[in-house]
């Protein structure tokens, strides 16, 4: 978590640098709500995300230099610089990606959990995705038919809302008919719980249990996360005229990195000394990666072409240009 | 060979493939208890089980969507639209998703995915119900767009589908299902992508067209033979994306006249990438422009008799032979 | 009722003699629905239907004539021949359509009841819908939309969900996580109420409450009215493997129709003679239409360049087709 | 006359709109406590208040589909995508609601809609987020597309779409919001669509094109006439639907050679149409085919130095000139 934190820190610095481009969404205040689930998932298992993805990867162990060097939009990236920070992809970690259409992930996630238990394995597929993005269509009609496949034990996905209260600039209240989110996914027939996004303890304690459940069943659940972003929606999002700094500053009283240090230092006895190390380890990490990303090179010209289709690629205009 | 239906070579192609491979299923709206609106893939359910003969809810979008999630774990989904006009709703997970996640992966998934159903215009289901599709899918990269316009090519192109890698918009023509024709026996028998074969020879004026107006194109040449001696190529496209000119230009190397022939809308139709490619690499083998049969630039009428006023037929074929001809 | 079932009964046979084209949805044993309801509206309100669609017209009083024109594709039809069986449209008398995309009309609805009250009318809107039709994305996203509206009262519009129990061969079990369709209406905040469709006097009963409460409140409300189709989904829906003879016989028990003339005749005597003249008249309304649309003339050809835009409007191809 | 950007040409004209007509509004996601992504609507909710600067849910079927209801109704809703991409999920909406409703409703109702957001590539937006539409939405009949090139006619396009009576894809370029141009004060000053214009005269070749890459055009012209007394007369389209040809036709009467230049792939793209429209009319004025200049067949990549490699630049417009001018 503090090393996602260090990372988020970097790369909005870089982004403001200019050494990042395009749109990027950082997950400062929402770490447990990736760490305390996807710490609790085996090999085989396959995590979906909306473009808010940083800590989902580094969760899942791609990499902070990998993941930094996509970000930069280099040949060293998970994605060979193709992606960037919205399409964060690493197949073979369990990221199967990374997408910028907001909610258009979640029936994959499904059909992902549905190929699963086709071939009989009990590994699940986790799906995240925003307060916001349960207001698209895509959403819904995943949601369905998760919750009808479940019914044959054919659909083992956790979905989790990462509630942090906004869509962008709107308001849960202002942009949900009835906020009780949860009570969406019931309709869909299927299991939920609110659980505290901001407390690992509590998201790893639940996901253990749910996780197991879901492969014991191949029924879906669903976590409502309730969290909060530190930061704005993406780096464009200077002004954030949609809440006081006043209310940013109340949230930051339950920083999930305070309260695992705290939780630690009462159960296992985490001294301000450890935190230091683990601080200064992260710091370094992601130093690193900064470097790496900085040194590696841009893909090469070629690539441009290339990973458009299996078969049958693309013919360049540029012969034709002119 | 054996004669047989368009729909059935169709039918058989799926049912081949699932045979040979348990990877693949098939997912749609009433496909499996109600049999197909179409029939094609009626017994299926009986023969497959409801494991890979999925009855969905309506709901396109998640369709395809749930079937990139199924493809990019290794399974090949085929997903029938009960017609391509409901594909729309779904355009985004088809166009955003399935085309685009190999290349923002960086190359790490294949998307083997098939969605095909019947599209096209003809038995009055007005102006939401009768569309074509091919240059709304073809204009994307990531994604291939065949149009098969005989039952052997229905059935071999839908196995190069089913055992590719990409996904693929497979576009039947509802009004060919009933069409019968020459297919081959082999399992194995399969027809690439990209590669246009000239469906009729001739030496007069070059016909591109793909689908069911390159039957009718045939139709037309033919005539033309019989009754007034003019020789018509017909160049059968196949596949618009990949789409392979080549036959098309050597066909105008001869003929130096080129028409072609599609049945939706004119503007930024399929017909205008074909004309245009056509016009760019053989330019000075033209002795004439090239120009485009096309429906009217209308939607879709109920009325019967505005209907048929709305699509391309015979003699508009014949007319525009001709004036490519300087004949008329 | 009695005239749309006629009504009904002779476009099947019309339909067979291909006299109409196209696909053709009828409405025997859900009449109740339709006429339940728009019998309690007013002048201005506002219908939406999908393609299962006379009865509305008819309740609204397009004529029986007209709407048989323009099953027949006929100058003289509701909408001059252009739309056909899915597409009636007949704004003067407040049917805004006839859709064929499943579900896609539903943010129609939503939008119309805001512009009504953005108006400060008290005229309402209606939008009719199938058990099916709730599984696409648009149902999602207008029912969200009317919810968030309906908070600040700028949404009046009366959903009906007509559940005949099939999404043409697929029953709401198999085609719905939940079956309580009610329960996910409520997850947008939305009051909701499951009536009998067969009965037209519960009904019309619900709808003079409901109706009236919508034009106080200005928020949508959801009826769920349980009803049962006696043809096939379509005209060429023969065989319908879906369901047993034994279950449709079953339901015919329930014929709306019987149910009316029942409790008509408890209630105010009317007695089988009367029954009998109203047969009469139907059936001879319904004949009446049947000449009306056979003998009125295809529409001109140059209709088919009309009413595609309001400016710059479609060049004949024709014209260049060689 | 005052200069003024693209994008306060864009939100003037809605401002103007909505206080001379009540019936406008404008709804979108962010539009209002957010104050727009692109910060085109800022100050527009506390100035109209919440009935007619609608925030709404990320629901853009939703959206179109609420905005063709109030349209129905005789409100004229402009309904604002934070990028146009997203409007593929209301694509159905879009092109088989708005655009059809008043044909098959035998001419009922008028569909007075305005869709509108920014497009195209250029900072790193990756494959979903770097799209353009034109040829996609102008396919279809029943609905205008627009692709403003100016800052003058982003206002007096933008205010037609508003007070017409059809739906209208008012296609924004993301580039051009800074860009700075002359605007007319006159609040009635509205440009007609389906009339393209001349943006620069020349004899040499004829450059259609539209939107951002028209301006890139005009750059390349204006240094071709310096560098190389070559000199190109640029055709601004304006809309793709209605698509005004004359001033192209009139040009290659004069110049006997033209290219095309559009952002997006080539395959089905806009340029088809333009160059098959061309050829089919002036084949006999033509000297040279008709070449497009166009984005890489690739779905937009991520790293910068490859995204630059997938757009089109001066030199590519510059080569397919000397090209047409048989120079290369
Ligand atoms: C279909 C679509 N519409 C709009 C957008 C623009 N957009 C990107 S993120 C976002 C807000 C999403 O909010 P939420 O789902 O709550 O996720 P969070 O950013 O809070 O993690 C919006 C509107 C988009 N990417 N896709
Ligand atoms: C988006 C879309 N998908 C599929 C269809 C084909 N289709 C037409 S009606 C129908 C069943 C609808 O069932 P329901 O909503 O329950 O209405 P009912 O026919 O029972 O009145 C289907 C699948 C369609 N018209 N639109
Ligand atoms: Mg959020
Ligand atoms: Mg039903």
């Known amino acids: ?322 | 060979m054996a004669e047989k239906s368009y729909r059935d070579a169709i039918r058989e192609a799926m049912m081949e493939e699932m045979d040979r491979d348990p990877n693949v299923l098939i997912m749609g709206e009433d496909i499996g208890v109600y049999e197909g609106t179409f029939r094609i893939t009626a017994g299926m359910l009986k023969k497959y089980g409801p494991r890979r003969v999925i009855d969905t809810p309506i709901a396109e979008a998640g369709m395809v969507g749930t079937a990139v999630g199924m493809a990019m774990l290794g399974l090949r989904p085929i997903v029938e639209m009960m017609t391509v006009n409901f594909a729309i709703v779904a355009a985004d997970q088809i166009l955003n998703h399935a085309a685009k996640v190999r290349y923002f992966s960086g190359g790490q998934v294949d998307v083997p995915l098939v969605i095909r159903g019947p599209q096209g215009a003809g038995v009055q289901l007005s102006a939401q119900h009768s569309q074509t599709f091919e240059s709304f899918y073809a204009h994307f990269p990531g994604i291939h767009v065949v149009t098969p316009g005989t039952p052997a090519d229905a059935k071999g192109l839908l196995k190069t589908a089913i055992r590719g890698k990409d996904p693929v918009m497979f576009l039947e023509s509802a009004a060919l299902y009933g069409m019968k024709g020459e297919v081959p026996d082999d399992p194995d028998f399969t027809v690439p992508f990209g590669k246009s074969r000239v469906a009729r020879e001739g030496s007069d004026v070059t016909i591109v067209s793909f689908s069911r107006m390159m039957q009718l194109s045939l139709t037309v040449a033919d005539k033309l033979s019989k009754e007034e001696g003019i020789e018509c190529e017909v160049i059968d496209l196949r596949t618009l994306r990949p789409l392979d000119m080549e036959p098309a230009y050597a066909s105008v190397a001869k003929t130096h006249r080129a028409i072609v022939v599609q049945e939706q809308w004119k503007p930024f139709g399929a017909g205008a990438e074909i004309a245009a490619s056509i016009t760019e690499t053989m330019f000075d083998e033209l002795d004439a422009p090239v120009f485009r049969v096309t429906g009217e630039d209308v939607p879709m009428p109920y009325a019967r008799n505005l209907e048929l006023l709305a699509t391309p037929h015979e003699e508009h074929i014949v007319r525009a032979v001709k004036r490519v001809m300087y004949r008329s």
């Open chain 1, 1 to 322: 978590m503090i090393l996602i934190r260090r990372f988020e820190e970097a790369s909005e610095r870089e982004f403001r640098r200019g050494k990042i481009g395009g749109y990027l969404h950082v997950y400062s205040g929402q770490e447990a709500v990736a760490i305390g689930v996807i710490s609790a998932l085996k090999k085989g298992d396959v995590v979906y995300c909306g473009y808010r993805d940083h800590a989902q990867a580094l969760a899942l162990g791609s990499g902070p230099s990998r993941v930094m060097a996509e970000l930069f939009g280099k040949s060293t990236g998970i994605s060979k610089g193709k992606g960037g920070s919205m399409h964060l992809f690493d197949a073979a970690n369990g990221l199967y990606g990374g997408y910028g259409i907001v909610g258009g992930h979640i029936p994959l996630a499904a059909g992902s959990a549905y190929a699963l238990r086709y071939r009989n394995s009990d590994n699940i597929a986790v799906c995240y995705f925003g307060d916001g993005a349960m207001n698209i269509g895509s959403f819904h009609e995943g949601m369905n038919m998760a919750g009808l496949w479940g019914k044959d034990g054919l659909c083992p996905v956790l979905w989790i809302i990462e509630n942090n209260g906004y869509a962008m600039g709107t308001s849960v209240e202002r942009h949900s008919a009835l906020t009780d989110l949860s009570a969406r996914v019931r309709a869909y027939n299927i299991q939920t719980e609110k659980v505290d996004g901001q407390d690992v303890f509590a998201m790893r304690g639940a996901a253990d249990r749910i996780v197991r459940q879901i492969r014991e069943t191949g029924k879906p659940y669903c976590i409502e996360a309730m969290t909060y972003r530190f930061s704005g929606h993406g780096a464009a999002d200077i002004l954030q005229p949609y809440r006081s700094k006043d209310e940013v500053e109340k949230h930051r009283d339950r920083d999930p990195i305070t309260i695992m240090r705290k939780r630690l230092a009462e159960v296992s006895g985490l001294t301000d000394d450890d935190v230091k190390k683990m601080d200064e380890w992260a710091t370094e990490e992601v130093a690193k990666a900064v470097r790496f990303a900085e040194e590696s090179p841009v893909p090469d010209g070629s690539e441009l072409f290339t990973d458009v289709v299996a078969e049958h690629g693309p013919h360049p205009v540029s012969e034709d240009n002119g």
